[in-house]
């Protein structure tokens, strides 16, 4: 822009130079807005510049910005300065209006896409958000054999969902066969270990008379005690990851663990161990019972259990969370591996090291939110719905 | 009395065998579902055992055979299968006891003889052994017409005693028998100790006798002569 400009200015001076030479007496001094020319001495020539200025125009009543060329030139053998002005107002207005032209035409331009894009978008995707509506709706445990997938003119959309139905339908048998697994490994574990505990029984019933032989069958059914034990619970923690229990219905969390609370206190009085309730009016949630109730008893067991003399233990139930706090010794091993399977602290050799595992499980299957920390004496285990 | 085992496992019908006969129950066996059907249709039972899972039929179905001849035995089932749904659909077609393996058979004699006492000694509310009378259903124990005041856990206990007189009794079994398999407690043997020592000290200062003897290192021994 500002080039043009500088042409037009230089273009200007060769005029008005031309025009001097040829006037015989030529006017050789003279200085308005658009122009000046003035002698200067030979030894003082200026060196031609040009510049922004901003100076008051008697046309436009204001002050506007012009552009200066400043040079000197020779008529008669004599340097004479020449400045010539142009105003720059007229350039700004065109580019003022090229540029909202061109901001108009743009926007709407984006406009159009956009209408267009969303219309096209929309119509093009709707079969695949189609095919992710069915699929979140689709559920392993309670949803039938496979998941129905809408018809659509699209390859690509064709082919996500063969594959879809093939990948569900591949991940629903092994669902089964783990299921089965499930129910299998229970009955077919546990029928060996009733034979082998009632064998031992049987012994018992007999004449023991060696000390040794006596102590020998009372490690061998403790120790299958623990494996029927452990058996058991593996089953549950499987079952539960399994998404086994279905059936929930709306249990009185408050009642259900008072009446917990009534039980374990037995045991924690025998250990001198005191056990507060703090709970509101009744606390209602959509829980199947047999799941609330294994809940509970393990975080109880695990207060007791995890506990010093004369300790103290303390629940609270509120509407958003159930508190445990129990008085312990400070845990060895880190409080985020508390919850993994067969992770035991030294002093409990008795536990087989899977409640928690069991209880974190039952807080994922239903969303609840479970927290463990250490303040010193206090473990607090709080589990948020 | 006379009681039939329905369980496929022939090692684990044995053992009830040889328990229920040291009691003077005439015990019998059938492995498989045919057997066991074969056996109801032809003899009496006073109770009967029964496995879910054999291998040639389901043991709910021999339940529902019961029923349609109209047995008056008593039916308990013993399943591997601890789910709720099982519990509740053996009870509601007409067994009077689920018992989930592995049990100890002190356990299931005691269940035995309280499904036997409900189902036949209808008329006759109390449960007397010598000089040891318990009333069930109000909770009451005597010795020789003296009263003995316990609470339910000894209560329970001495139930648990009379039902296996004679017999080596775990400490396992009883912290299963008196707080259910949901009890996971590291030193539940402690409190089934403190149990026994209120028992005993109660009985011994009605009749003069400790009949608790401790076997050592696997439990007691609840002695009669």
């Known amino acids: ?385 | 009395m006379k009681i039939l085992v329905v369980e496929d496992e022939k090692s684990l019908a044995e053992s009830i065998k040889a328990y229920f006969s040291k009691e003077g129950y005439i015990c019998e066996l059938a492995y498989n579902y045919d057997t066991a059907n074969m056996k109801i249709h032809v003899y009496r039972y006073d109770c009967i055992l029964v496995d879910i899972s054999l291998p040639d039929g389901n043991g709910l179905h021999l339940i529902n055979e019961l029923k349609a001849i109209q047995s008056q035995a008593g039916i308990i089932i013993i399943s591997a299968r601890d789910s709720l749904d099982d519990r509740i659909k053996g009870l509601n077609i007409g067994s009077d006891d689920y018992l989930t393996k592995p049990f100890h058979l002190s356990e299931l004699n005691a269940r035995l003889k309280a499904v036997i006492r409900r189902k036949f000694f209808d008329g006759q509310k109390e449960f007397q052994i010598q000089e040891l009378k318990i009333i069930p259903d109000e909770h009451l124990a005597f010795i020789d017409d003296h009263q003995l005041t316990l609470t339910k856990k000894e209560y329970d206990l001495l139930y648990y005693f009379m039902s296996n007189i004679n017999r080596v009794i775990t400490k396992e079994s009883i912290a299963e028998y008196l707080w259910g398999d949901n009890m996971d407690m590291a030193d539940s043997f402690d409190f089934v100790y403190a149990h026994i020592k209120n028992l005993r000290k109660k009985m011994t200062a009605i009749s003069g006798k400790d009949y608790i003897e401790t076997v050592y290192g696997i439990g007691y021994k609840f002695r009669l002569s």
Request: hydrophobic content about 40%; aromatic content about 10%.
């Open chain 1, 1 to 385: 822009m500002i080039d043009s400009v500088d042409e037009a200015l230089i273009n200007q001076k060769e005029l008005i130079v031309s025009e001097l030479k040829q006037q015989q007496t030529p006017h050789l001094q003279f200085s308005n807005e658009l122009m000046s020319l003035k002698p200067v001495d030979k030894t003082k020539s200026v060196a031609t510049s040009f510049s922004n200025i901003r100076m008051f125009s008697r046309a436009e009543k204001e002050e506007i910005p012009f552009r200066q060329y400043k040079t000197t030139i020779i008529i008669n053998h004599h340097p004479y300065v020449l400045i010539i002005r142009k105003s720059l107002l007229e350039h700004d207005d065109l580019i003022m209006t090229i540029l909202l032209t061109e901001v108009l035409l743009i926007l709407l331009l984006f406009i159009g896409f956009y209408f267009v894009n969303n219309r096209i978008l929309y119509q093009l995707w709707e079969p695949f958000y189609q095919t992710l509506k069915n699929i979140k709706q689709y559920n392993l445990a309670s949803s039938g054999i496979g998941v129905e997938f809408p018809e659509t003119d699209i390859n690509e959309f064709q082919d996500l969902n063969k594959e879809l139905e093939r990948m569900i339908k591949k991940i629903r048998k092994d669902y089964i066969n783990l299921k089965e697994f499930t129910e299998n490994a229970s009955h077919e574990l546990q029928t060996p270990l009733s034979v082998i505990k009632s064998k031992i029984e049987l012994i018992m019933q007999g004449e023991l008379n060696k000390e040794g032989e006596i102590q020998l069958i009372s490690d061998a059914y403790e120790a299958t005690g623990k494996l029927a034990k452990l058996n058991q619970a593996l089953l549950l923690l499987a079952k539960i990851e399994n998404n086994q229990y279905q059936q929930h219905q709306e249990i009185d969390l408050t009642e259900l663990l008072r009446e917990k609370v009534d039980i374990y206190r037995e045991f924690a009085a025998m250990r001198g161990l005191k056990l507060e309730l703090d709970d509101f009016a009744s606390v209602k949630l959509k829980m199947n019972n047999y799941l609330a109730e294994v809940l509970l008893n393990n975080l109880l067991s695990n207060s007791i259990k995890h506990n010093y003399e004369d300790g103290n233990i303390e629940y609270i139930l509120t509407d958003e969370s159930l508190i445990a706090k129990n008085t312990g010794y400070e845990p060895d091993i880190q409080p985020e591996k508390l919850f993994n399977r067969f992770q035991k602290s030294g002093n409990s050799q008795q536990s087989i090291g899977l409640g928690l595992a069991i209880v974190k499980a039952i807080c994922n299957l239903y969303h609840f939110e479970i927290r463990y920390t250490f303040k010193n004496p206090y473990h607090i285990i709080e589990i948020k719905f």
